[in-house]
């Protein structure tokens, strides 16, 4: 048609892929030193230091969440802030101050939706940070968690591969770790 712009076939396959690449190395963190205190100690306490690996924070989890939340999730930024105030009120005090079972019972009642001050709910938050925490410690580390590649290593996943041979595909077979992020290894992981 005369006057329209043709849009090559290029520019649609590429623009296909803008989400995926949506969140870069350069993302700066967003959550101030409370709430992140605070994101913390709800990460540790759904994936805690134990003898099987790291923390959700040692891993990086929280370092995921956070610069996520100044890119691509940033439209979440207010929902979460607020959730993280909500968390410290429903404690009675900063969360991360709690003991760890007064911390697994806070947490539990959340799940439960018992948990009052959440909007909009508390099993919604619960879900939502469980997610990302989830995210941050089993994604590429490439996005900010999965630091030194522990969340791989604790389900024993041997990273991103084109290809493996004949001895690698057999049942039972241990496979050597691939230490190397989907984005390759030009971007420091």
Same mark, same amino acid.
């Given at each position: 048609?005369?006057?329209?712009?043709?849009?090559?076939?290029?520019?649609?396959?590429?623009?296909?892929?803008?989400?995926?690449?949506? =969140?870069?190395?350069?993302?700066?963190?967003? +959550?101030?030193?409370? !709430? $992140?205190?605070?994101? &913390?100690?709800?990460?540790?306490?759904?994936?805690?230091?134990? #003898?099987?690996?790291?923390?959700?924070? #040692?891993?990086?989890?929280? #370092? *995921?969440?956070?610069?996520?939340?100044?890119?691509?999730?940033?439209?979440?930024?207010?929902?979460?802030?607020?959730? +993280?105030?909500?968390?410290?009120?429903?404690?009675? $005090?900063?969360?991360? #101050? =709690?003991?760890?079972?007064?911390?697994?019972?806070?947490?539990?009642?959340? &799940?439960?939706?018992?948990?009052?001050?959440?909007?909009?709910?508390?099993?919604?938050?619960? +879900?939502?940070?469980? !997610?990302?925490?989830? &995210?941050?410690?089993?994604?590429?580390?490439? *996005?900010?968690?999965? $630091?030194?590649?522990?969340?791989?290593? +604790?389900?024993?996943?041997?990273?991103?591969?084109?290809?493996?041979?004949?001895?690698?595909?057999?049942?039972?077979?241990?496979?050597?770790?691939?230490?190397?992020?989907?984005?390759?290894?030009?971007?420091?992981?």
């Amino acid at each position: 048609m005369p006057g329209k712009k043709r849009i090559s076939r290029r520019t649609v396959i590429a623009g296909a892929f803008v989400p995926v690449t949506a =969140l870069t190395a350069a993302a700066k963190a967003t +959550l101030t030193a409370p !709430q $992140r205190k605070t994101l &913390e100690a709800f990460a540790d306490r759904l994936m805690p230091h134990d #003898e099987y690996g790291p923390s959700a924070s #040692e891993a990086g989890a929280v #370092e *995921y969440i956070d610069r996520s939340l100044s890119d691509y999730l940033a439209p979440e930024k207010p929902a979460i802030v607020k959730g +993280l105030a909500a968390l410290d009120a429903f404690a009675g $005090r900063p969360f991360a #101050e =709690l003991s760890p079972v007064e911390q697994d019972q806070v947490i539990a009642a959340m &799940e439960k939706n018992t948990a009052t001050g959440f909007e909009p709910d508390s099993r919604t938050f619960f +879900l939502r940070i469980r !997610q990302l925490t989830l &995210e941050g410690m089993f994604g590429d580390p490439f *996005y900010g968690g999965n $630091r030194a590649y522990a969340g791989w290593d +604790l389900i024993r996943y041997p990273g991103p591969r084109l290809a493996v041979g004949p001895d690698e595909q057999k049942i039972g077979v241990e496979i050597k770790p691939f230490r190397s992020s989907a984005h390759g290894s030009g971007h420091g992981h």
